[in-house]
Each structure stands twice: as C-alpha cells, then as structure tokens.
C-alpha cells in the first residue's frame, strides 16, 4: 500500500499562505508521479472555509482541526495534535512551509516521531529508486547538500517561493475530515499572550517575487524612500544589506545574507550593495538579479544578469517613472 | 547552561575537497553569531539573579576556542565533547549527545542561537528541550525571568508574539535579544583558570556502536557549490536611456515583471 503525501497548511489572515499553495503545487506533482494520495492539514479556529482552497490547490484530502488552543500557533499545542495525525497516517512525506513556525515546529515534531528532519529544502526529487532527496543549502546559499533519509516518515521544511503554484482549478473536490484536537497537559505550558503583526502592504521578505534592497550606499534610513516608492510601484518588499543594517538604516528583520534571510524571489534589485559574500550568499539562488552601484568593480556585478553603473540617488527614481509609465 | 556552536567565519569561501567534503583548511572559526546572543543573555541573568552560567559545545578540535571565548566574555564553567566517532553527526545524534551532557549537569534555563550559520538546520536546540520534556521557545528577541516563569518575545513572520512560558525551557536567540559583549583583557586572563572539561563518548556513558550514535537519521549524499553566476549585462548609455532600456529587459526579454 503505497504512503501519502502530507503537507502542513498555514494561514494568515483567513488566506492560505502562498508557501502553503506552492506546497499543494509540488505535492501534487509528486504524488502523481508516484501514485500517491495528498493530504492537506489546516490547524487552527474557524478555518474550516479554507479546505476547498487547499481541494482547488490539488489536495485530495483535507483534514481540519479546529480548536480554541490551536488559534495561535505554539510548538508544544501544533506538536501534539500533529503527531497523533502524522502516526494514524503514517505519511511518506510530511511537507511545511520553512517559515517561522516551521522551522519551530519541524524539529520538535521530529523528535517526538523519532525521525529526520531536511530543513530549508529547495528542491526534491525521486531517484532512481523510488527514494525522495532533498537539496538544501548550507553556509547560507554558498554551498548546497543533498540529503536522505530511511527513516519514515520524512520530515522537510520547504523554502518559499522554491515551487511554482499550478492554478487553482475551483471544480476539484477534496474528501474533508474534521478531526478533534486532542493536546496532552505537557504540551500546554507555553502561551501566547499577544499577537502583534506589523501592518505593511508589502510582501513579506521571504515570500515576495520581487525584492528591492538597498546598501550602505542609503547613507540613511530616509532615503530608503527612494526604494519603496519604486517597490510599491511593481509590489515588492524591501530588503537591506547588513552593513545597511549595521549603520542603523533599516531594521535587521529586512537584512538579507548569512545572518539574516535568505531569500529567493524572481527578481532582486540591489541598490547601492557591495555584494560582500555573506550577502551574496543569502540572495544568490535568486533568479534574476540587477545591480544598481556606482562603483563599476563593485562584486555585485558579478552575480547580476543587468547592471547599470551609476548613481542611485539618479538611477532609482527614474525606474520608478519608467514602470509607473509602462505598467500604467 | 548555554549550548553553542564553531562554525566559519561568515566571511569564509566554501571550497570542497577531493573527498566531496566541505574542505576547512585555513579557514577562520569563530563562535556562531547566534550563539553569541545566548552567552550574552547567560551572562546577564547571572549578573541578575546570581547563579552560575555553564558553556556546553560539541565540535572539533579546536572548540575549545570558542568555550574559552565564551569564558572569557563571563561564563563560568565550560564542556567540551570531542570524539572522532561524531564527526558529521547529524541533528538527532547531537541532540541526543548534548541531552546526556545536560543531564548531568543542574540548569534552570538552556540558551542557545536560533541557528547555526553553518548546516543552518535550526533543529538542534528545539530537539535537546523535546528530549528533556521541557518547553522551547524559538527566535527570541527579549527575555524577562520573574520567579519560575519566563516572558519572550518571539520572532514571527511580519511581526512578533509574546509567550509565557514556565521554566526550566530550552531559548533560541535572534539578534536583537541584546549586544553581546567583547571579552575583556582580564576577562581573557581569568578564562585561563576557569574549569574547562573535555568528554568523550565513553565519559559521557556512550559509545561509538551504541544505538545513541548510531542512530543518525539524516544521511548527506553529496555537497556541491552552486552553479556560478555569469555576470551579465552592463546597460551603458545616459541614465534615462539606460533606464528605459532595463525595463524593458526585465519586462519584454525576462519577464519577471
């Protein structure tokens, strides 16, 4: 009897998070191939609405627990209730999302199912026998492991924006099993005692296609205005270098690079950033990258697939005109 | 107690070695910056509420550097666990390892990074609390103890939260959590006489053929570098004209936007 797919759904704001979909997207392309079944899990309060997104995403299966505890998200309360799935359906694959609570959850969990974990997986692929690997990167992007495991099932925290999501098709149905959430007492310690979200219209960094960051070139933190006028043109997030960071310009959850995020969009522009290899590191698996720099040696030129050498100060706002004209 | 980690120097170039291993000769180690944050905070609740701030790495054979370091910046006593036998251990049989370590030692809190900077699995820490049955706590930006309990600032996706949580606990350091101090010139002098113990397997009741390190889950088939990026296209001409025509590339020739 072949085992299935399980992927961990995520929320935010009443939507299923664009990892998640991406998530259903691969799952499904997998299962096909292998002629498995894929099961979505959404944990949460009042989220039942949210399985026919996860049917119309490729899920053959939702299973949806709805309880008070499970509204926000804490390790010991999302670890219980998931083992107890995770062993009635003893799954291949688990998938989640390498997001904040993913990579909370995936190693608690892990433990507790006594299996491996593949952290920030980029790629997955079936060998020749049958067997999933993982590509994940390590020194932050600057070098890359492929990793195996016997152990069932696999555990493996997946990098936004690694999958393309497939379109939605709204005529797919999904078989929908509501499950109680049963929480052991130990697993109950922790609580949450405030939620407090940041309002932005923008993206979230590692989830966004485009990134416009900027260097220690900002020379402050005001004229990172000059970005988000030209990210808000074309639906960016803002990214920084960490000696943008460093110098205090911009706080450190927008650093890209070895500690800070690493990111992947389709498109990253960098604004006045050296290119020190650390950074590099955290946003060379990009796949299409344009330097702005005034300094024609600058490293970043060799990693971009356009550049312009120049000033940014003149060169970001008349990109800011030229899409507002041609996306008008 | 605070577990912590030597890894390369954020500057270092990953070069991979005639065996298909990650190659570290000459590189600079330094102690993970991540870690940095959990000795710092260690320090302080020492500094605070009195008691004594344990060092605890398993490495290589030069992570005695860093304990000493770590010594030097404040802490008290530090343990090494050196054995050939695990080299390349993966996150289960680490966690496993610093689990027997810990529990010989009384702790009221374990601090440590929110992730290497190195494997970057971030698992570690959050593996060794589900061992000990204890609560964990990733990503956190601020710490305040009253008696037995714990209230953190944790990191989330487009903002943070704040838990409660009781302790003991296992704590995962982001940046922002405080500024780790430099070790001072008598910090460095007094490091030299602070307890530094180093355990192998067999100290720590273990053995190279036992089920504890044997039982490795993850398996790293192969490591490679990533396909080097060509430099492209430099767009030359006066900047409007320049500019006219790099949106029109991203837009008409890459089409990512």
Redesign the interface.
């Known amino acids: 009897m072949p085992k299935g797919i399980l992927v961990v759904l995520e929320q935010?704001n009443g939507e299923l998070r664009k990892v998640s979909l991406e998530l259903l997207s691969e799952g499904r392309r997998l299962a096909d191939a292998a002629g498995l079944t894929l099961t979505g899990v959404l944990l949460g309060q009042e989220i039942k609405n949210l399985a026919a997104v996860a049917a119309s995403q490729g899920a053959d299966r939702v299973i949806v627990v709805e309880d008070a505890a499970l509204k926000?998200?804490?390790?010991?309360a999302y670890t219980s209730v998931l083992n107890r799935i995770i062993r009635q359906e003893d799954p291949e694959v688990v998938f989640m999302g390498n997001?904040?609570?993913g990579?909370?959850l995936?190693?608690?969990l892990?433990?507790?199912l006594g299996?491996?974990?593949?952290?920030?997986c980029v790629a997955v692929t079936v060998d020749s026998t049958y067997k999933l690997?993982f590509r994940?990167?390590?020194?932050?992007?600057?070098?890359?492991?492929?990793?195996?495991?016997?152990?069932r099932p696999i555990l493996a925290t997946i990098r936004p924006n690694s999958f393309s999501i497939t379109p939605p098709n709204p005529d797919r149905q999904a078989e929908v099993v509501e499950a109680t959430a049963t929480i052991d007492a130990?697993d109950l310690?922790?609580?949450?005692?405030?939620?407090?979200?940041?309002a932005?219209s923008r993206p979230?960094l590692?989830d966004a296609n485009?990134i416009v960051s900027g260097g220690r070139a900002m020379k402050n933190a005001e004229n990172f205005r000059l970005l988000e006028e030209l990210a808000d043109t074309?639906g960016a997030a803002i990214g920084a270098s960490r000696a943008a960071v460093d110098s205090g310009y911009r706080e450190?959850?927008y650093q890209v690079g070895?500690?800070g995020k690493?990111v992947a969009p389709?498109?990253y522009i960098a604004c006045g950033i050296s290119g020190?290899?650390?950074h590099l590191a955290g946003m060379?698996?990009s796949?299409?990258?344009?330097a702005i720099n005034k300094d024609?040696e600058a490293n970043i030129?060799?990693?971009?697939?356009?550049?312009?050498?120049?000033d940014l100060y003149?060169?970001v706002p008349?990109?800011t005109e030229?899409?507002k004209k041609?996306?008008a | 107690m605070v577990c912590l980690k030597q890894t390369?120097d954020?500057?270092?170039?990953?070069v991979?070695n005639s065996q298909g291993k990650?190659d570290s000769t000459g590189v600079n180690l330094i102690m993970n910056?991540?870690d940095e944050f959990a000795v710092e905070e260690g320090i302080r609740l020492k500094e605070k509420f009195g008691g004594e701030v344990t060092v605890l790495s398993m490495g290589g054979a030069k992570v005695n550097e860093v304990l000493r370091t770590a010594l030097a910046m404040g802490a008290d006593k530090a343990v090494a666990i050196q054995d050939p036998a695990l080299e390349g251990s993966?996150?289960?049989v680490t966690?496993a390892v610093l689990a027997k370590a810990v529990q010989a030692i009384p702790f009221d809190i374990i601090l440590s990074g929110r992730?290497a900077?190195?494997?970057?699995?971030?698992?570690?820490p959050?593996?060794l609390?589900?061992?000990l049955?204890i609560?964990?706590?990733?990503?956190v930006t601020e710490l305040k103890i009253e008696d037995k309990n714990a209230?953190v600032t944790r990191?989330?996706?487009?903002?943070?939260?704040?838990?409660?949580?009781?302790l003991p606990?296992v704590i995962t350091a982001q940046?922002?959590l405080n500024e780790p101090r430099y070790p001072s010139v008598a910090g460095i002098m007094k490091a030299k006489k602070k307890e530094l113990k180093t355990l192998n397997l067999a100290d720590l009741g273990l053995s190279a053929a036992d089920s504890v390190t044997q039982g490795?889950?993850?398996?790293?088939?192969?490591?490679?570098?990533?396909p080097a990026?060509q430099?492209?296209?430099?767009?030359q001409g006066e900047?409007?004209q320049?500019?006219?025509d790099?949106?029109?590339?991203?837009?008409k020739e890459?089409k990512?936007?």
């Open positions: 935010y926000d998200y804490t390790t010991g997001t904040g609570m990579r909370d995936a190693p608690r892990a433990q507790r299996v491996g974990s593949a952290s920030d690997r994940r990167p390590i020194y932050a992007g600057k070098a890359y492991a492929e990793v195996a495991t016997e152990a130990n310690q922790a609580i949450v005692k405030e939620v407090v979200r940041q932005s979230e590692t485009i074309i450190y959850k070895q500690t690493t389709t498109l020190a290899i650390q060379g698996s796949k299409f990258i344009v024609p030129f060799t990693v971009a697939d356009y550049g312009i050498v120049g003149e060169i008349l990109l030229e899409f041609q996306l | 390369f954020t500057e270092a170039k990953i991979i990650i910056p991540y993966d996150e289960w966690a992730i900077i190195d494997d970057g699995s971030s698992q570690v959050t593996r609390a589900e061992i049955s609560p964990s706590v990733s990503s209230t990191d989330i996706d487009g903002g943070s939260e704040i838990i409660e949580v009781p606990a940046k922002g490795a889950k993850m398996k790293v088939l192969q490591v490679s570098l990533p990026r430099g492209g296209r430099l767009i900047p409007a320049a500019v006219a790099l949106v029109m590339a991203l837009m890459a990512v936007i």
